[in-house]
DNA sequence: AAAAAAG
């Protein structure tokens, strides 16, 4: 059997390979580490989750081991289509370079040119960036491309989808003619095949096969609602609540917008959850992130930014609270569940409007998915808005008389203290009226919350009841549109908001995980 | 019907 010490890498990052636990190299790896080494170009066809970062940084430290970095002139480029796979591609650096005394430099929009000036200034082996950080610090004169030896082009179909192409050639014709470039690509359809074609000089084409769209340790479900987010979200909650296995799950939304709004309503109704989108200001993004590995936040609200390439070991739950309008992204999506052979669960919500596009993901993935409880034909009358500050309707009071089915649960009015900041503001300074202003009034009120930790009953995965209500705008939804109409002159997404840096025990987890 | 990335 090959194992690492058998590809031809350096003793120094065999080292750091065995001290991480890995002795045998996963198929992409055993194939594209020694032609790389050879300095060969690779094409390499591989999904997240192959080991594919590992076979590009292995044999990069091996070779980067010859020579030193010379101020501004970068020896080799890594561009990858996102900040956060960027900054997890630096840390591969730092757990397999632990042996070397390399530079490596992450250039990502989002945070402050300075330091990574700085880190250009001293010299860079390693360049790890988003294409439009790096045309950005190229074009202030700050970097020399002429000195770069290997590139790497990951995630070039995601590249493609993104529209970075123009991007990527810029950045390639910056770079001298003889340099190493290793490609990477989950998926080769035609476009990417000519990018390749041009890019690359005789490759080693590596493909390792694609999991089979789906993995099959993962459990699917289609679950039917209407169209309005109040009912989706009291499903969701339900569904959250009856997973027995539930260690941690990413609830992806279509739209940014619905990101923001499905995590305030979580956290509103005591979930330990965070929220991740592209609008969000980077330290909350990286905030979250970290809290969502290290288990401190059970839910993560994402939008497709999340939905590939990512590494989030053991995320035993994915729902989809919107279907992906491309089918493709289903896949991704799904994909961070039921990893390396384990178990998973995906539920997806579909509504009459999400039909045609079930259908696509049906044949894509050229299985039909199984309706929770029963399909779109069965489905009850839609649910009204237990957030209506209108008083009760009939058959709908706490003890729920009229219909019943399955789904029809939690919609009973919510306690008291949700409604109560709609009677206007105990809560809500007069002069407020932006949201990032309210932000503080949610900051201060959290310590509250924590002192409410000896009441909080853990028996319910991820949720906490009897929270007490520090609501600072207002529960109902009816109110949904005016908050909107402040938000969107200044939408970060949310902030962390009083996570800073240690998440308030009670919305750990307590029990079982 | 969207998201991502440069400000």
Same mark, same amino acid.
């Given at each position: 059997?090959?194992?690492?010490?058998?590809?031809?890498?350096?003793?120094?990052?065999?080292?750091?390979?065995?001290?991480?636990?890995? +002795?045998?190299? !996963?198929?992409?790896?055993?194939?594209?580490?020694?032609?790389?080494?050879?300095?060969?170009?690779?094409?390499?066809?591989?999904?997240?989750?192959?080991?594919?970062?590992?076979?590009?940084?292995?044999?990069?430290?091996?070779?980067?081991?010859?020579?030193?970095?010379?101020?501004?002139?970068?020896?080799?480029?890594?561009?990858?289509?996102?900040?956060?796979?960027?900054?997890?591609?630096?840390?591969?650096?730092?757990?397999?370079?632990?042996?070397?005394?390399?530079? %490596?430099?992450?250039?990502?929009?989002?945070?402050?040119?300075?330091?990574?000036?700085?880190?250009?200034?001293?010299?860079?082996?390693?360049?790890?960036?988003?294409?439009?950080?790096?045309?950005?610090?190229?074009?202030?004169?700050?970097?020399?491309?002429?000195?770069?030896?290997?590139?790497?082009?990951?995630?070039?179909?995601?590249?493609?989808?993104?529209?970075?192409?123009?991007?990527?050639?810029?950045?390639?014709?910056?770079?001298?003619? +003889?340099?190493?470039?290793?490609?990477?690509?989950?998926?080769?359809?035609?476009?990417?095949?000519?990018?390749?074609?041009?890019?690359?000089?005789?490759?080693?084409?590596?493909?390792?096969?694609?999991?089979?769209?789906?993995?099959?340790?993962?459990?699917?479900?289609?679950?039917?609602?209407?169209?309005?987010?109040?009912?989706?979200?009291?499903?969701?909650?339900?569904?959250?609540?009856?997973?027995?296995?539930?260690?941690?799950?990413?609830?992806?939304?279509?739209?940014?917008?619905?990101?923001?709004?499905?995590?305030?309503?979580?956290?509103?109704? @005591?979930?330990?959850?965070?929220?991740?989108?592209? =609008?969000?200001?980077?330290?909350?993004?990286?905030?979250?992130?970290?809290?969502?590995?290290?288990?401190?936040?059970?839910?993560?609200?994402?939008?497709?930014?999340?939905?590939?390439?990512?590494?989030?070991?053991?995320?035993?739950?994915?729902?989809?609270?919107?279907?992906?309008?491309?089918?493709?992204?289903?896949?991704?999506?799904?994909?961070?569940?039921?990893?390396?052979?384990?178990?998973?669960?995906?539920?997806?919500?579909?509504?009459?409007?999400? !039909?045609?596009?079930? =259908?696509?993901?049906?044949?894509?993935?050229?299985?039909?998915?199984?309706?929770?409880? @029963?399909?779109?034909?069965?489905?009850?009358?839609?649910?009204?808005?237990?957030?209506?500050?209108?008083?009760?309707?009939?058959?709908?009071?706490?003890?729920?008389?009229?219909?019943?089915?399955?789904?029809?649960?939690?919609?009973?009015?919510?306690?008291?203290?949700?409604?109560?900041?709609?009677?206007?503001?105990? =809560?809500?300074?007069?002069?407020?009226?932006?949201?990032?202003?309210?932000?503080?009034?949610?900051?201060?009120?959290?310590? %509250?919350?924590?002192?409410?930790?000896?009441?909080?009953?853990?028996?319910?995965?991820?949720?906490?009841?009897?929270?007490?209500?520090?609501?600072?705008?207002?529960?109902?939804?009816?109110?949904?549109?005016?908050?909107?109409?402040?938000?969107?002159?200044?939408?970060?997404?949310?902030?962390?908001?009083?996570?800073?840096? =240690?998440?308030?025990?009670?919305?750990?987890?307590?029990?079982?995980?």
């Amino acid at each position: 059997m090959t194992t690492f010490s058998d590809l031809g890498l350096s003793q120094k990052v065999l080292t750091a390979v065995t001290d991480a636990g890995y +002795t045998i190299p !996963t198929p992409i790896q055993a194939g594209a580490i020694p032609p790389a080494l050879q300095r060969r170009d690779i094409l390499g066809i591989a999904q997240t989750g192959t080991g594919k970062t590992a076979s590009f940084v292995l044999p990069m430290l091996t070779l980067l081991e010859k020579g030193r970095a010379r101020a501004r002139m970068p020896r080799t480029l890594i561009l990858e289509p996102t900040r956060e796979l960027a900054a997890q591609v630096a840390e591969n650096f730092e757990k397999y370079g632990k042996n070397h005394k390399l530079n %490596v430099a992450l250039l990502i929009g989002g945070v402050s040119f300075d330091e990574q000036d700085r880190k250009l200034e001293r010299g860079a082996d390693v360049l790890i960036c988003t294409p439009g950080r790096l045309l950005d610090h190229c074009e202030r004169g700050k970097l020399l491309m002429t000195g770069v030896e290997i590139l790497v082009i990951d995630e070039a179909d995601r590249m493609l989808d993104m529209g970075f192409i123009p991007d990527i050639e810029r950045i390639a014709k910056l770079i001298p003619f +003889t340099r190493q470039t290793l490609f990477f690509s989950a998926t080769m359809p035609p476009e990417i095949q000519k990018l390749a074609d041009r890019f690359l000089q005789n490759p080693e084409r590596v493909e390792v096969s694609t999991r089979s769209s789906t993995a099959t340790t993962v459990t699917q479900r289609l679950v039917a609602t209407h169209s309005k987010d109040y009912e989706k979200r009291a499903i969701l909650r339900d569904l959250i609540q009856k997973q027995e296995e539930l260690k941690n799950a990413i609830i992806f939304c279509n739209r940014k917008l619905d990101v923001a709004e499905l995590y305030r309503s979580l956290s509103r109704h @005591g979930f330990s959850v965070g929220a991740l989108h592209g =609008d969000m200001d980077q330290s909350s993004r990286t905030k979250m992130l970290a809290g969502f590995k290290d288990n401190a936040i059970t839910l993560l609200v994402a939008s497709d930014v999340a939905a590939r390439g990512l590494d989030i070991p053991d995320v035993s739950h994915v729902f989809n609270f919107d279907v992906p309008i491309h089918a493709e992204d289903y896949v991704h999506r799904i994909g961070r569940t039921g990893r390396a052979g384990r178990s998973g669960a995906a539920f997806t919500l579909v509504s009459k409007r999400d !039909t045609k596009f079930v =259908d696509a993901i049906e044949k894509l993935i050229d299985k039909k998915i199984e309706w929770l409880n @029963g399909d779109l034909s069965a489905l009850p009358a839609p649910m009204e808005s237990h957030e209506s500050s209108k008083p009760e309707r009939g058959g709908r009071d706490g003890k729920r008389g009229g219909r019943r089915n399955d789904r029809d649960r939690d919609y009973a009015p919510r306690p008291v203290h949700s409604h109560k900041s709609d009677t206007k503001s105990d =809560d809500i300074p007069a002069a407020v009226t932006t949201v990032a202003a309210l932000e503080p009034v949610i900051a201060k009120a959290e310590p %509250v919350r924590s002192e409410r930790k000896a009441e909080t009953k853990p028996q319910n995965a991820g949720r906490h009841s009897n929270r007490p209500a520090p609501q600072p705008y207002p529960a109902n939804d009816d109110n949904r549109d005016r908050r909107n109409r402040y938000r969107r002159d200044q939408d970060d997404g949310p902030t962390p908001v009083g996570f800073g840096d =240690d998440i308030p025990a009670f919305m750990l987890i307590a029990g079982k995980a």
